[in-house]
């Protein structure tokens, strides 16, 4: 399908403004035309002609909420064609809005317009609901920001909500789901696409967007060394390179523990690729990992450690978590030496409160803590764990964990990301759950959603803006 197309619809709005006979040089505008775009409820494309070459933006806001609220359009180029797309738009709301031109000579505004936002449609409806009985405990930091969440099912849905629960910006795409997604540093939300028939968090296909929904980057499984199935993450450690988990296959005679001459073993690794597929950097578990020295690899053969999350460390290594071993490894972006394991059978020494049984979404906080979601299969209750990790002396500390309460527990999935010094959003994918919860472990707000999500990534409201 075609990720690039924007859909106008005129029609629906049945509004088209022509400025006819002006005084000369009062307004360089000829006609303004309002509709959908990418059929999109959610952002507004306002195309206009100028009688001579301008910059153009637009500045809008509800008009329930006065002039002092308005927002601003990115500025369109030097030219007589302009294509403007409003963000943050709420349904079923009353907006005014006035174009904004310069011409080199001058600046004109022109007079105010107004358009009524329609309701979403049904299938986007009641998609989430939130419960707080006490605003003044929720961090101000929360309420301005959002939290990005993806259906995995097709049709695939990237979703913004905000701590009310409203949806506040989607982006859907047909055939296919967004089986993991991710917001950047540039303002773009980069995800991992895949069919039904795929396991439920592989795909085949990258999709990088703007906010304004336009795509960046689009790659499929067969393009230049993009020749493997990809699964549960993807990141960006430059504007052009995409990092991402990749499945990983090795033949391998297992006769001597009771297996076949010809085994396959399903392994994961990491893999870097520029913009246009071109592979930068590739490194396997096979690369350092002896699967005979596993003593349940014909157990686990069909998906050895099961790769969950990767991220960098602040030194720019890799941090990759692993469900099915436990563990959790620092490994050399340059080298592919694995620098240190922490969990179960690893090389960290561990203080005795520090144990976890399953990770995801390991990553550095804030902080420059470890930080990870533990499923905690052996307990039967889930965790947020922070470590403090020292790579000279192989230790790693416990520096904080939230329990959160049993009627969350989450076996498979899950996140936890710090909100501030005293909250955590934690995702419990299996409830279809996203919980703000304190040190203690006190929910203070819960989001239900129709979906099981398998990530929750907080956006704090000054990196993300909607226009």
């Known amino acids: 399908m075609d990720y690039k197309s924007a ?19 009062a307004n360089i505008i000829d006609t303004i035309n309002i509709g959908l775009h990418a059929n999109n409820r959610l952002k507004i494309q306002i195309d206009i002609a100028t009688a001579k070459e301008a910059t153009v933006f637009v500045e809008y806001w509800p008009e329930d909420k006065k002039e002092k609220h308005k927002i601003i359009t990115p500025i369109s180029t030097y030219g007589l064609k302009h294509m403007l797309v409003l963000s943050n738009i709420v349904p079923l709301t009353n907006y005014t809005f006035q174009v904004v031109t310069s011409d080199n000579v001058s600046k004109k505004t022109s007079k105010p317009y107004h358009f009524k936002s329609q309701q979403l449609p049904s299938w986007l ?136 001459e010809k085994d396959t073993i399903v392994g994961d690794g990491i893999l870097i690729l520029d913009k246009k597929g071109k592979e930068i950097w590739k490194w396997s578990v096979f690369d350092t990992e002896d699967p005979l020295k596993d003593i349940n690899i014909l157990e686990n053969k069909k998906d050895w450690v099961h790769a969950n999350s990767l991220n960098y460390d602040t030194d720019g290594n890799f941090i990759i978590s692993f469900y099915n071993n436990g563990q959790i490894w620092k490994v050399d972006s340059k080298s592919g030496e694995v620098i240190w394991k922490l969990g179960k059978g690893g090389t960290l020494k561990m203080s005795s409160d520090a144990n976890f049984s399953q990770a995801h979404a390991a990553h550095i906080n804030q902080k420059g803590e470890l930080m990870f979601f533990d499923n905690g299969v052996e307990v039967k ?8 990790i020292d790579d000279k002396e192989k230790t790693a500390h416990l520096k ?52 099981p999500p398998y990530r929750a990534q907080f956006i704090p409201g000054e990196k993300l803006k909607l226009n």
């Open 7 to 25: 859909i106008y619809w005129c029609l629906i709005f049945s509004m088209v403004l022509f400025m006819g006979c002006v005084e000369k040089d």
């Open 125 to 260: 409806q009641n998609q989430f609901k939130a419960n707080y009985t006490q605003a003044e405990l929720i961090p101000d930091r929360f309420k301005e920001g959002y939290i990005l969440l993806s259906k995995r099912e097709t049709p695939g849905v990237a979703y913004l909500i905000d701590y009310n629960g409203n949806l506040r910006w989607y982006h859907s795409v047909d055939g296919v789901g967004f089986k993991v997604s991710r917001f950047t540093e540039e303002q773009n939300i980069i995800s991992i696409l895949g069919k039904n028939d795929e396991p439920t968090s592989y795909g085949s296909e990258i999709l990088e967007i703007n906010l304004a929904g336009d795509t960046l980057v689009h790659l499929q499984k067969g393009q230049e060394d993009f020749k493997y199935t990809i699964h549960h993450e993807i990141i960006k450690k430059s504007p052009n390179e995409l990092v991402t988990i990749f499945v990983d296959e090795k033949v391998m005679d297992l006769r001597s523990i009771g297996g076949k």
């Open 381 to 388: 209750q889930s965790s947020v764990f922070r470590m403090d």
């Open 400 to 451: 904080g964990q939230v329990k959160l309460p049993l009627g969350i527990y989450n076996e498979r999935m899950g996140s936890a990301y710090m909100v501030d010094d005293e909250t955590v959003l934690a995702c419990a994918s299996k409830r279809h759950s996203t919980v703000l919860v304190n040190s203690k472990g006190d929910i203070l707000w819960t989001l239900v959603s129709n979906i």
